[in-house]
Nanobody
């Protein structure tokens, strides 16, 4: 059974930093992973994740502040969040899907493409 276990997050003042991690268990092959977030009343949006070629990237809204990294050997995904803003407040979710054997290897930040989801971690940034 595939499970994604998230850790990290919490509350911080604007300008502060937090980090998230997400570990995949129950699956030994390569996976594509991503971070999404959802605020009350808003749709879930992609924040950072694997691109079609398997490399990682972040969206423009967090570029220069968030850094994504992935330990492919252990299927662990990280998100370092610096210079946090109140608008970054949301529930953050990691997601994973088995990496395809043909290009495009990963689905980018398409919410519907991901099969496995973490339990969610709250990130709250106060002004």
């Amino acid at each position: 059974q595939v499970q994604l276990v998230q850790s990290g997050g919490g509350s911080v003042q604007a300008g502060g930093s937090l980090s998230l991690s997400c570990a995949v268990s129950g699956y030994r092959l390569r996976v594509c992973m991503a971070w999404f977030r959802q605020s009350p009343g808003k749709e879930r949006e992609g924040v950072a994740g694997s691109r079609s070629d398997g490399s990682t990237s972040v969206t423009d809204s967090v570029a220069g502040r968030f850094t994504i990294s992935q330990d492919n050997a252990k299927n662990i995904l990280y998100l370092q969040m610096n210079s946090l803003k109140p608008e970054d407040t949301a529930m953050y979710y990691c997601a994973a899907v088995p990496r395809r054997t043909v290009y495009p290897w990963c689905p980018g930040l398409s919410t519907d493409a991901y099969v496995y989801w973490g339990q969610g971690t709250q990130v709250t940034v106060s002004s």
